[in-house]
Every structure is written in structure tokens, then in C-alpha cells.
């Protein structure tokens, strides 16, 4: 996994809150419904967590509390996050495929419903 500057966790910071600020529907892409009829887990999520495993890092990462969408999921972890992290993105070699990957994944949400 590439080493990343304060300037490229930066970016990928940005490209978190731009997923954040404009969501995908639940509808339009995988996810797991809890009895009560909210969501426990979906593939923009794993895109969320993933980013801020990323920018965070490792220590950090395992050291925040869930946010509060995830407090009561019971088909997430945090281990699992860092499994994907590595075999997805250990390869790449700039902050450029980093993003180029986060978004083909983005763009292909309603692919996997």
C-alpha cells in the first residue's frame, strides 16, 4: 500500500464528503434491511468506511467509535473493512487509481441490485 501525503488524504477526505453529501438511495444499490426496516449495511457504506480507513489509518480507524448508522449493524466490522482495503487497493501505486477506483465502484452501485 503507497504511503499518502497530508495533500492526498486531503483529497480523498473530499471525495468521502462528496459520497456523504449526495448519497445513493438504498434502493439503487445492495443492501441488507434490519427488521425494522433500516438499513444495517450497504455497498456505499463499505465505500465510506473504506475512505476513512485510508485517510485515517489503521491505529486511528480501529480506535473510532461506529458512527451512528452503523451502531446497531451487526454485518459490518471493522476488520472486515481493512480485509477489503488490502486486497483492493494494496496494489495501486497512486492516489489517482485510489479515487479512479472509489468512483468505478460508485458508478456501478446499481450494477449489483
Request: charged share 30%.
Amino acid at each position: 500500500m503507497i504511503t499518502l501525503s497530508s495533500k492526498e488524504k486531503i483529497m480523498l477526505e473530499n471525495h468521502l464528503n462528496s459520497i456523504i453529501g449526495n448519497p445513493t438511495s438504498f434502493d439503487n444499490q445492495k443492501s441488507i434491511m434490519g427488521d425494522d426496516g433500516f438499513c444495517l449495511w450497504c455497498e456505499e457504506w463499505e465505500l465510506i468506511e473504506m475512505l476513512k480507513y485510508l485517510f485515517n489509518g489503521k491505529e486511528v480507524y480501529d480506535r473510532d467509535p461506529p458512527p451512528n448508522r452503523l451502531k446497531k449493524s451487526t454485518v459490518w466490522s471493522k476488520e472486515a473493512i481493512e480485509q477489503k482495503v488490502i486486497k483492493d487497493l494494496d496494489t495501486m501505486e497512486n492516489i489517482e487509481q485510489i479515487i479512479n477506483y472509489f468512483n468505478m465502484r460508485r458508478n456501478n452501485l446499481n450494477e449489483s441490485t
